[in-house]
């Protein structure tokens, strides 16, 4: 009924112990929508986040505990290895689905960009085209299956949520007919092992995840300690300010989407060579896996907090889970479904429980004042302050 | 002539009995205490009971004390003035009468002795106290009417909405105030003040007895402020106690009769003004004398920034001027004149449609803000908390946010480095904050402000753009920005200074143009500009005799 007060300036003499900033902020009412997690400042996020980091850590080991609980077999080399590659193409894409997330866009286009790449490799292969020009054409193809994106979030200035819901149609009406109903499988031998051997001397470990380990690194370092990737988080706290210190918002974003789109086609090909084939519906439903990933690993859906560490242990995690509860026969890939589901919902919501008990707890206080006030007569004791409320 | 309607009495506490105030002109005389008969509350001047009283309250948010032991008494018919340096507590205090805090200890008082618990917003307006924030939330594809009627709309039979009543009721009011602001309007569109107006509506049509004034007139033009008073001066002839918080302290001398000085959480000083000058005020606030600053008159070297027949459309037109190296320039007008629109365009966040923006003899790339930069520019905008500052980020990485590139070694930025850069700047500026590492909402306004001037002044830029600099905060920050504004301009800095405040201008400014309405209209030589001559030509009210050198006829 009564509109929203803004919270307006903080006056305290002194800045607060940042770890104690856990309730109402003292900046600025944030922009319209309330978000949630900008009610944080960056010390009790911070914080918060690395407690986040260490819970994947737990969850990690828990995991696979479950894991070899349900089967001795769980840390063979074989399981691993086929838990790595099940997971390893997802979590190579959460990277720059990470750094897109990190500046409040999402690409939900990443699947289908991976279809097509993979479905053009099988067409190109059938054609008889070299696999070197097949990789340049490829790349290419990511460029501008990612610039499309990019140009109509940051040009046209249409939000990259519904954009990216377009093209996640379109680049996978466009597979669908690259390719037709045919199957392509004779890639060279070479290829065809990346999905059954692991790297020479660490059998468990697929290609895929040692690719994504290396990928990881550059990530983490370009992300955590370059300027480029201090100018993501400014653009995802805060993109007016960001554009006000010189921070070209339009053209960081353009180029994420790119790398989104060419990392995407790379891992086009190689899902193809480790499936040994291309064919129709590849890769369907990627997209989710992906973010699911991501916002495991404790990136704010938001914009402007997350790191790399946390989604490579949010992507074990997530393949762990799955493994463990396949594993045991109990449980199938449908079962599975439910508690990723069940795991993206939780990793937005968990990071935000300090702000509904906070909620909650006002409520419950307000309730309890409100009885005082009926008995104006008795002295009225103060309601005790929420704890750890600054402004 | 006004005529209280239907809507009863602001004066009448406890609800026993309506009495209509007939009340003549709004424009009250002099800031004494009121002089009516009309109402049994406002005749004893002496001895009434304060209508509403906060005793020795305390507040503490975690170890920072907002609020020791403050009291302040409230009294109907009469505005009460509230000043004091940021983080003095003023906010603090205004979020007790709002119901936002609840103080650790003290207590609210109404004006029957009776101790209020007030546990959140709905509490305060139950108690007859309406809060009226700088910038107020509306709803804006809501008309003025709803707004002020949100959630308590006249009804008619069946529930419906009474359209024509809630029109009625929401003209009647803002007669009452004395401003004709259309109840069908939707609020999109309105200016800041008449939002404001449309708050205070709101208020009245509750029947507030207390209306808290949270820096009302930080974002009004001149003009504006101007009808602000009149509907303070109605409210408080409505039997109102208004609580007055500004910075400015002539608003202070021309509009309140009482007022209370807070400094680091205390209370220093609680009378009636008419015993008070403002040096005795400043000195309250800050604890010490301020010097008045004394400019010497130098010689400016040459034009490092030119701005050549800037234009568009519909924004700004023909706007053409130089800023030599070694002078301040001070573009004034009122609010909406086009002032930070021409300033943000030379910088390069928005874009213009012809014209020409040079650095020396470098043409700035037009909307690219980096490019700018590179050529020497800084620009502190308008809006400290969305432009100036990521408020979520540390003070470190704001300061280094617009040097990143310089404090990288082989593209990697080096953490002590940073750090040691920020702290040093941070040093410079005398920015006072617990950890440097902490957020930049952890800093009050003043402090925020001079994070980012030295997010900005750390790249040593040869031409530096403020766009209001010392907007809302505390008289002792604001005199070291102008002293450093100054000491900028001595060392060789071009300044281009937006400001609405006049006196700032006057103080500070070698050089003055005036904007109306898009357009350059008058410069003045610092010593040949008064306030009244500017505000002739920013309101457009003379024949201004145009001295513009670049003026292209």
Known sequence: MAPEIPIEATEAAQPVPAGSVAGEPPGAPPPEGGRAAARFGLGGVFGR???????????????????????????????????????????????????????????????????????????????????????VVVI??????????????????????????????????????????????????????????????????????????????????????????????????????????????????????????????????????????????????????VITVVLLGGVSIFGGRGTIIGVVLAAFVYGGLRSALLISSSFNENDFQIVSGGLLILSVLVPNVPLFAERARELMRRRAARGIIVSPESSSPTPPPTQGMVT | MREVSEQGDPTNPGGQGSQNVERGRLAGGAADSPSTASTQLLSQTGARPPILSVREATKAFGAVHALEGVSIDLYAGEVHALVGENGAGKSTLVKIFGGVHQPDS??????????????????????????????????????????????????????????????????????????????????????????????????????????????????????????????????????????????RLEEVFAICQRVTVLRDGRRVLSQLLGELTAGDLVRAMVGRDIAARERTQHDAGAAVLRVAELQRAGIFKDISFDVRAGEIVALAGLVGAGRSEVARAAFGIDVYDSGRVLVGERALHKGRPIDAMR????????????????????????????????????????????????????????????????????????????????????????????????????????????????????????????????????????????????RLVAEFARANASEERIMAAATGQADVPVALESSPA
């Not at chain 1, 031998?189 to 059998?203: T, Y």
Request: charged content about 15%; aromatic content about 6%; overall charge negative.
């Open chain 2, 106 to 247: 003290g207590e609210l008082v109404d004006a029957d002795g009776h101790a209020l618990v007030l546990t959140g917003p709905a509490d305060a307006r139950e108690a007859g106290i309406a809060i009226i924030f700088q910038e107020p939330t509306l709803f804006p594809d809501l008309s003025v009417a709803e707004n002020v009627f949100i959630g308590r709309q006249p009804r008619r039979s069946g529930g419906r909405i009474d359209h024509r009543a809630m029109r009625r009721q929401a003209r009647a009011l803002f007669e009452r105030l004395g401003v004709p602001l259309d109840p069908d309007r939707p609020a999109r569109g309105l200016s800041i003040a008449e939002q404001q107006i449309v708050e205070i509506g709101k208020a009245l049509s509750f029947d507030a007895k207390v209306v808290v004034m949270d820096e009302p007139t930080a974002a009004l033009s001149a003009t504006e402020v101007a009808r602000l008073f009149g509907v303070v001066q109605s409210l408080r002839d409505h039997g109102a106690a208004v609580l007055f918080i500004s910075h």
């Open chain 1, 140 to 289: 290419a193809l990511g460029v501008v299956l990612g610039a499309i994106n990019g140009l109509l979030v940051t040009k046209v200035g249409l939000p990259s949520l519904a954009v990216t819901i377009g093209t996640l149609t379109l680049y996978r009406g466009l597979a669908n007919v690259v390719l037709g109903p045919l199957t392509v499988s004779d890639f060279p031998a070479p290829f065809n092992e990346l999905g059954v051997n692991g790297v020479p001397g660490l059998p468990f470990l697929s290609w895929s995840v040692a690719i994504f380990f290396v990928l990881a690194v550059i990530f983490g370092v370009v992300l955590h300690g370059t300027p480029f990737g201090r100018s993501l988080y400014a653009i995802g706290l805060n993109k007016e300010a960001a554009s006000h210190a010189g921070i070209r918002v339009p053209r960081v974003k353009m180029g994420l989407f790119i790398l989104s789109g060419v990392v995407c086609a790379l891992v086009g090909m190689l899902y193809a060579f480790e499936l040994s084939s291309v064919g129709e519906n590849i890769g369907i439903g990627f997209e989710l896996m």
């Open chain 2, 375 to 518: 050529a020497g520019v800084a620009f502190v905008p308008e809006d400290r908390r969305q432009q100036g500052l990521v408020m979520d980020m540390s003070i470190i990485d704001n300061i280094s946010l617009a040097s990143l590139r310089r404090l990288s070694r082989h593209g990697l930025l080096i953490p002590s480095v940073e750090r040691s850069f920020a702290s040093d700047w941070a040093a410079r500026l005398q920015v006072k904050y617990g950890n440097i590492a902490n957020p930049a909402t952890s800093l009050s306004g003043g402090n925020q402000q001079k994070v980012v001037l030295a997010k900005w002044l750390s790249r040593e830029p040869a031409v530096i753009i403020v766009d209001e600099p010392t907007r809302g905060i505390d008289v002792a920050t604001k005199a070291e920005v102008h002293r450093l504004l100054v000491e900028l301009s001595r060392s060789g800095v071009a300044v281009l200074m937006i400001s609405s405040e006049l006196p700032e201008v006057l103080a500070v400014a070698d050089r003055i143009l005036v904007m109306r309405e898009g």
């Open chain 1, 49 to 135: 986040l690395v407690r986040w980091e260490v819970a994947l850590c737990v969850a990690l080991v828990f995991v696979f505990g479950i894991g070899v609980d349900a089967s001795g077999d769980f840390l063979s080399n074989y399981n691993l290895f086929t838990l790595c590659t099940n997971i390893g193409d997802l979590a190579i894409m959460a990277l720059p689905m990470t750094l897109i997330v990190m500046v409040g866009e999402i690409d939900l286009s990443v699947a289908s960009t991976l279809a097509l790449s993979a479905e053009t490799l099988g067409y190109l292969w059938s054609h008889g085209w070299p696999m070197a020009a097949i990789f």
